[in-house]
């Protein structure tokens, strides 16, 4: 990426960062309302300071196709509540067991055990309310937010993230083949990052072509991004990251870079951004954030 | 109850319990599908004989405005996907730790508590993807369906269910008061029976009045079935149950009964009936059987 294209993404993710940061804030309840542990859980998880990779996606989207990416900030927000109930879940004791979270004690390590578990219920749940209450969304047709909510309920359903987390939990300490790891990835990463394209897509009316086309494009950014994540815990700084590196080899699981190594690894990674530039082709310059995010995805430090 | 009413109870609490769980059946994917385990948990939890009280009461209230119940089963049974998610967690060892749940042991007993978390998880998504699949129910305005799964997630979420097991977490062992113990119930099962009638009556088109009545209804018979639960809990049979009797009393968890005694908990729920029978009082015979499990409420041994 040179160094103009570079500044212009960094600019670009941190508006959109700080629009989405506000919108989030905006919509949660305050902390002091009843009972205000789970308001307090779910603000510390949910402000935590994350990349907010899946809302800007879902706008850039909407841009991409011409739409108007402010009359959808309710359907970007509830992808990363989605997306941070999933971390909640997964970081619990009984899952991955983690400590550390985007530089920060887990929701369990602060609130306990079970009001992470139901901080990630109440996020999980308000997801879709945030989806479905079409006051939000003046001017979007019933049909287009019902399709949209109904594919993030699959993308995120048992088929979809839960069924990765699944299969993940699953394979830890056992012999695990390339084909195997790119399916848990697909699912548990991957659905949730190709339908906030998608999202984005049907809720500006775009055509079945164009959503199809940003439909490849979130699919092979999905997993180019799971292959950096898994590049970055072995080679990674524990500080820019904000949990501990290494922690994939500690815990004997299986990831890209154990199985193809280091190179092959970034090589598999670099020619899914060019796959994903392609999927690109027929777009004009609106696409142009889109464009840009795939130099993120290999060259992020965190 | 009049061994007449009661006849007709029992043979139509039957029929509807049949129906429901063949649809239930139907609706979830095979047990052999990938990931296999998730699927068994989910069938194990959701097909263990439970009594399909809320499905039920959202038909009946189709039923009770001249709507058709048969179009609205995929609504029925997303209710009863997110009653037994709340169960599978509820029971987990970092909230209630129970080991028997309708006779059988826990989903954590039996699939391990990372799976009973993620089976818990996936119902709730999946009952949101069942609720808003409008090719499930043809016929049906897109815009009954937002509003309806607007209303259950609001009823599931911080300010419902998911609110109501966070103070009743903190409560235990706590000195509560009769104030905070009705709140508690309102929002653990309280709103999710409400919202089980408003949701049958909404999707057949009843007026504001008529899903209004129905709405005071479900909450008048919410609070009876709680006190009628505590009482079971102290006098129940636990074979006829599924559970161990007194275990709220073991954990010294605040009850009706613990607050006023026996005699007073089953007047406060007989005058409760009464009042939900005269919520009923516009509607026509078309409303028997929601007049018929009132009596069902009180007199149930399980």
Redesign the interface.
């Known amino acids: 990426m040179n160094r103009n294209d570079e500044l212009q993404l960094k600019e670009y993710l941190a508006g959109r960062k700080a629009l989405i940061d506000a919108t989030l804030d905006g919509l949660l ?1 305050d902390e002091e309302l ?2 205000p ?3 307090q859980a ?1 603000r510390y998880s949910l402000l935590a300071g994350g990349k907010r990779l899946r809302p800007i996606l879902c706008l850039a989207a909407a841009e991409a196709v011409g739409g108007d990416s402010k009359t959808i900030l309710p359907v970007a927000c509830a992808l990363e509540y989605i997306h941070t ?1 999933s971390l909640i ?1 997964d970081d ?1 004791p ?2 991955d067991n983690d400590d550390y979270r985007r530089g920060r004690l887990t929701a369990h390590k602060v609130f ?4 992470a ?2 901080a ?3 996020l ?3 997801a ?2 945030l989806l ?3 006051e939000l969304m003046p001017g979007i047709p ?2 287009y ?3 949209v ?2 594919e993030i ?2 993308a ?4 979809g993230m ?2 990765g ?3 993940d ?2 394979s830890e300490g056992k012999k695990v083949d390339l084909e195997t790891l790119q399916q848990i990835h697909r699912l548990k990463t991957g659905e949730l990052i190709r339908v906030s394209l998608r999202s984005g897509a049907i809720l500006s009316g775009a055509s079945t072509e164009m959503t199809a086309s940003l439909s490849d494009y979130g699919r092979q950014i999905g997993l180019a991004f799971q292959i950096a994540d898994d590049i970055l815990n072995v080679e990674g700084d524990r500080v820019l990251l904000g949990k501990q590196t290494g922690s994939d080899a500690a815990r004997r699981k299986v990831t890209f870079p154990s199985l193809l190594g280091i190179e092959a690894s970034r090589a598999h990674a670099e020619s899914l951004i060019k796959e994903a530039l392609k999927s690109l082709a027929s777009f004009d310059d609106r696409a142009a954030p889109l464009r840009l995010i795939t130099g993120y995805i290999l060259e992020r430090k965190s």
Do not use: S
Not at 112 to 115: K, P, Y
């Open positions: 309840p009843c009972p542990v789970i308001f779910v109930y879940h619990l009984a899952m306990g055990e079970d009001i578990i139901l990630g219920d109440a999980l749940t308000e879709f309310h479905t209450r079409k019933p049909e937010i019902l399709t909510t109904a309920a699959a995120a359903g048992w088929f839960v069924g987390q699944v299969l939990v699953r």
